[in-house]
C-alpha cells in the first residue's frame, strides 16, 4: 500500500467509559459512530463504507441507518481494528469508497446485549484445550509467560514494572479508570488470578466502544480536524489456540504483522516518537518490543523497568494507561487506535511533545492474531 | 444437584483415532508418509507439505513440562483452584495442552522442563484424557 495516501478524519470514544450499566453493546457502537460523525463534522449518510468485529456488519450498519457500498467483517479478535484500518485504506485506494466508518464496542462488564463466548466441544479448542480448565482469557493468555521468562530471562519484578508505568500514564488521564499510583510491592502481593500474574497484571473488565473515520488524504484536507495519515499497516494470524502457537519464545503473528508496517512506512525503530502495544496482559508489551524489533527480547523486560517507556522516557508507550489501567471492554484495539490519533493530533491527556510518527500494535485472541497500524502527522 | 462437570470433548471424523487411542490407552499421533512431518491436533493431510498420505503412530507417551499457568480464578466447572494448566512439549514435537497429576500444583514443585509421562482418565465410557504425571525414574 502506498504511504500516506489515506487519512483518520475522525475519531472519538463513546461518551463514557467504565461501567454503563444503560446502553447495550449495540448502543455503545452507536454512541461511539455518532461521536464520530460530529468530530468529522459528517452526516451518517456521507458514510459509504463500514465495518465492525464481533457484531455482523449488516447488524450496525442497519441500527445505523448506513447503507454502504464495501463493508468488512473481520473479526480476529481485539486487533480486529486495526486490520479494518488497513482494509480501508486499501479500499480507499482501489476506489470501491469514498469514507470509511470502522466502530467497536463492548458491554464487557455490565453484559447487556452481550452474546456470550462459547467453544464449541467439536471444536478443536473444545477438544484439545477446554477439557484441560482453561476458562476466560486469564487462564489461556498468561500460558507462555514462564516459558517465556526462562528463555529470555525475565524476571517477575520486571512483568510488575509493566503496570506500575502504565499506572503511571493513566495518572495523567482524566478518563482513565484506575489512576492511583502503585508499586511493584503492590503489584505483587495483588490477588494471584492464573500464577505466573496477578490481579494488576490482568487488564480491567470495562464497558465502552470507540470508532474511526477514514478517507482518502486528498479530501482529508477539508475536514475540521488534523489529519492522521496512514503510514504502514500490517497484519497476520497464528493459532486461535495458545497451545499450538509455534514458540512461546515470541509471537509468529507480531513477526509478520510489525515489520510489514515498517517497511510499508518505510521508517526505522528510530523514527517512532510514541508506541502503542495492546496490553491484554503485562507479557504483551515486552513481546511487541521484540517482536516489532526494537530490541532484543532478552532486553525488553529491563528496558520497561528501567523507566525507558514512562513518561519523560525515551520511548512514551501506551500513553493512555493502557488495558491495565485505562480501559478494556475485550477488544482493546480500537481503544489504542484511539490514543494513537489523539497523540498524531496532539490533543491526548498526556501528550508526546512533538510526536510526528505513531506506532499502534494489536493482538487477537491469545496470540492468534495482530495487526500494526503506523500513523504520522506530516505528511 | 451434582457438581458441574469438566468440558468433554466431542470427536468429529478427523480427531476420532485419537480419542479410540486415548481410550485403548495410546497416545496416537500423525506422521506425515512425503516428509516425515509429526503433528498435533489431528487432520488428514500434513499442515507442513499438504501431502494426504500421512499415517497414524502410538507415541512414547513421553515429554517435558514447555509452559503452564496456575489457574486461581475463575475455575473452570470441574475443576477446584488453584490447578495447573500445562503445556507438555512431547519426545515426537508436538505440544499438547494438558494436566499434570500425581504433582502439587505449585511453582516449585512444578519446574519447567521437568520429564513427564502420559496417565490416562476416562471421563466416561467414551472420552479418555491424555494427562500428565512426573515420569519416574
Redesign the interface.
Known amino acids: 500500500m502506498r504511504r500516506n495516501q489515506v487519512a483518520v478524519v475522525g475519531a472519538a470514544e463513546t461518551t463514557e467509559l467504565g461501567v454503563i450499566p444503560n446502553m447495550s453493546q449495540i448502543q455503545l457502537h452507536a454512541d461511539a459512530a455518532l461521536n464520530a460523525i460530529e468530530d468529522a463534522g459528517l452526516k451518517l449518510s456521507d458514510i459509504d463504507g463500514f465495518a465492525t468485529a464481533v457484531e455482523t456488519p449488516q447488524q450496525i450498519a442497519h441500527y445505523l441507518g448506513i447503507t454502504p457500498t464495501w463493508v468488512d467483517g473481520t473479526s480476529v479478535g481485539g486487533c480486529s481494528f486495526m486490520l479494518h484500518v488497513r482494509h480501508a485504506a486499501a479500499a480507499i485506494e482501489a476506489g470501491l469508497c469514498k469514507t470509511v466508518l470502522i466502530t467497536h464496542a463492548e458491554s464487557g462488564k455490565s453484559m447487556i446485549g452481550k452474546q456470550p463466548r462459547s467453544i464449541p466441544a467439536d471444536s478443536l479448542q473444545g477438544q484439545f484445550e477446554a477439557p484441560f480448565g482453561v476458562y476466560g482469557p486469564p487462564s489461556m493468555f498468561p500460558i507462555p509467560v514462564l516459558r517465556f521468562m526462562k528463555t529470555h530471562g525475565i524476571t517477575h519484578e520486571q512483568l510488575a514494572m509493566v503496570a506500575v508505568v502504565q499506572r503511571e500514564w493513566a495518572a495523567r488521564n482524566p478518563r482513565a479508570t484506575m489512576k492511583d499510583p502503585i508499586t511493584v510491592a503492590d503489584v505483587l502481593n495483588s490477588r494471584m488470578i492464573a500464577y505466573p500474574f496477578r490481579l494488576l497484571q490482568c487488564c480491567l473488565v470495562t464497558d465502552g466502544g470507540g470508532a474511526l473515520i477514514l478517507t482518502s488524504a486528498e479530501r482529508a484536507r477539508d475536514f475540521p480536524r488534523k489529519p492522521v495519515y496512514i503510514l504502514g499497516t500490517g497484519e497476520s494470524v497464528e493459532t486461535p489456540m495458545v497451545s499450538q502457537m509455534k514458540t512461546f519464545d515470541s509471537s509468529c503473528a507480531f513477526k509478520v504483522a510489525g515489520p510489514l508496517a515498517f517497511k510499508e512506512a518505510g521508517i526505522t525503530h528510530k523514527d517512532v516518537d510514541h508506541l502503542m502495544i495492546y496490553d491484554a496482559f503485562a507479557h504483551l508489551p515486552l513481546y511487541g518490543l521484540g517482536d516489532l524489533g526494537f530490541m532484543p527480547h532478552e532486553e525488553t523486560g529491563k528496558f520497561i523497568a528501567d523507566g525507558n517507556t514512562r513518561p519523560g522516557g525515551k520511548l512514551p508507550l501506551n500513553t493512555n494507561g493502557g488495558g491495565l489501567s485505562y480501559m478494556h471492554s475485550g477488544m482493546y484495539g480500537m481503544y489504542a487506535l484511539q490514543e494513537s490519533v489523539r497523540q498524531m493530533r496532539g490533543i491526548a491527556p498526556a501528550q508526546v511533545p512533538n510526536a510526528k510518527i505513531s506506532v499502534c500494535h494489536g493482538v487477537g485472541g491469545m496470540f492468534a492474531a495482530s495487526g500494526t497500524i503506523i500513523f504520522t502527522n506530516e505528511k | 444437584m451434582a457438581e458441574a462437570a469438566?468440558?468433554?470433548?466431542?470427536?468429529?471424523p478427523e480427531?476420532q483415532h485419537f480419542?479410540d487411542g486415548t481410550k485403548a490407552g495410546e497416545l496416537r499421533l500423525q506422521r506425515c508418509d512425503a516428509c516425515a512431518n509429526v503433528y498435533?491436533?489431528p487432520r488428514p493431510f500434513c499442515p507442513s507439505c499438504a501431502s494426504r498420505k500421512v499415517s497414524m503412530f502410538k507415541a512414547s507417551g513421553r515429554g517435558r513440562l514447555?509452559?503452564?499457568?496456575?489457574?486461581?480464578?475463575?475455575?473452570?466447572?470441574?475443576?477446584t483452584p488453584?490447578?495447573a494448566?500445562?503445556?507438555v512439549e512431547l519426545d515426537e514435537g508436538p505440544?499438547?495442552?494438558?494436566?499434570v497429576i500425581d504433582c502439587p500444583q505449585t511453582?516449585e514443585a512444578l519446574e519447567?522442563d521437568m520429564r513427564l509421562e502420559v496417565a490416562f482418565e476416562p471421563?466416561d465410557d467414551k472420552i479418555t484424557?491424555p494427562l500428565f504425571r512426573p515420569a519416574k525414574g
Open positions: 469438566r468440558a468433554k470433548p466431542k470427536p468429529t480427531t480419542w498435533f491436533p514447555y509452559s503452564y499457568v496456575i489457574n486461581h480464578r475463575p475455575a473452570a466447572p470441574g475443576f488453584p490447578y494448566i500445562a503445556v505440544r499438547m495442552m494438558s494436566n511453582p519447567l471421563l484424557l
